[in-house]
């Protein structure tokens, strides 16, 4: 999906909050330098606006607002602001080196928040905020507004604070669903009355996910003429988080017929964006997480896995290509089917016949009944004439602790020789991978590790799933182990061996 494309009037447009709302998510803060990496990639994405904090907040916010603003080049960049002169000041100071920037400034208007946090009334907040915008649009040429918590106010209220900060300068009028409480139906008509009432306006959208309709009232909100929508990466943010730009932006391409909208994102750069914002948190998405989630081109279903293997469409309705993931995974398990295993055999480079891929998968399903997950190896001790693995562990060890170095010191067998190296690393994963490195001699780029318990306790299984690029091959290991470390190095050198034997067939 090219940028701009879309009939005029029809374009929508792409507010990305994850370095301010999203970064407010619980365990999601970022330092300067990790803002600025993933600025970058929201760059790549091609999001129209970053809002890259809260310059009042903190220094560190400040100082990220600014590094953002002197960087980014082809985004509009914003800063929020409260509805005071001294947060613009700081918000128009930290934007000085943007190219394009915006100043994003916010009041409550609903009777709630306006009696019980602000303890002032509709006229004086309508004082507040027009005067704010007026001061805001002195310092900075785009100016937005955003009515906190309109979906509970009084839509006569609203609409009149809206029409008022428009002609004091805002020319984006942004109506938040702060705590994630409207539906769609009542959100998609209080959009269309401040369409309607005040035409010469952006109207934008916040949504909340707090009943998980966050991306329901923003497709509802610019089929009712709301251009523009904010969100984040994997849907980061307070509580449970904001509409997820990469649901926003697939529902838009998937259905294009019926909603007839588009926006200026970069579709195939989904993944990696996802992928960069969970690298620099250690937040992962939940496996069934839709469009980045692990699962979300996965298949375990026996007729799934068979009508994907003839024809990927008939059960998904985009490519993992579109979004920039990897290829769809037939998963191994109780509910598999022969084509998924004769498919999977043929991928670790055996020819098996009708009636061993009858047996192996019999033998697949009666593993899965005890183990639950069945893996590579498994499948291997199940072919009487598989190949041999080429790239074995055969013994390791890690030193770690709060006051030394953590070291490791790997002994693995390659082709049928024995190697073995040492390494020091930030961590006892990164020491053992670089150990295995040293060992193999060759260069290895890793690509994805994730880790996640399979049951629960002290003495929890831990599965492993790598990803790593060898000499322009791609690979996939997975390992499951009580020691997350042995775990780790099994899943990396069954990706290793992988693409090596890849490699080799080509």
Known sequence: MKQGEGPVGNRVKVFDTTLRDGEQSPGCSMTA??????????????VDIIEAGFPVASPGDFESVQQVAGEIRACQVAALCRSLEQDIDVGAKALK???????HVFLATSAIHLRHKLKIDEREALRRATQAVAYARSLCPDVEFSAEDASRSDPAFLEEIMAAVHEAGAQTLNVPDTVGYALPEEFGALIGRLVRAIPTATISTHCHNDLGLAVANSLAAVRNGARQIEGTINGIG????????EEFVMALRVRRESLRLETGVVSEEIYRSSQTLSSITGVWPQPNKAVVGRNA???EA?????GVLNNPLTYEIMTPASVGARESQLVLGKHSGHHAVASR???????PTKEEVERVTAEVKALADRKKFVYDEDLLELVAHAPERRVTLVRFQSVAGNR???????EIEVDGRTRSASAVGNGPVDAALKAVKAALGEEVELLELTTRALTAGTEALAEVVVRLRRHGFESTGQAASTDTLEATLRAYLSAIDG???????A
């Open 33 to 46: 330098p990790e803002k600025l990496r993933l600025a970058k990639q929201l760059e790549r994405l091609g």
């Open 404 to 410: 030394i170095l953590p070291t490791a010191s790997v």
């Open 97 to 103: 080196g943007a190219a394009k920037p915006r100043i």
């Open 297 to 299: 081109f996965a298949h």
């Open 302 to 306: 026996g007729i799934h896995q068979h």
């Open 238 to 245: 307070e509580r449970a988080g904001n509409t997820a730009i």
């Open 345 to 351: 055999l043929k991928a670790l480079g055996m020819a």
């Open 499 to 505: 693409a090596r034997a890849a490699q080799a067939a």
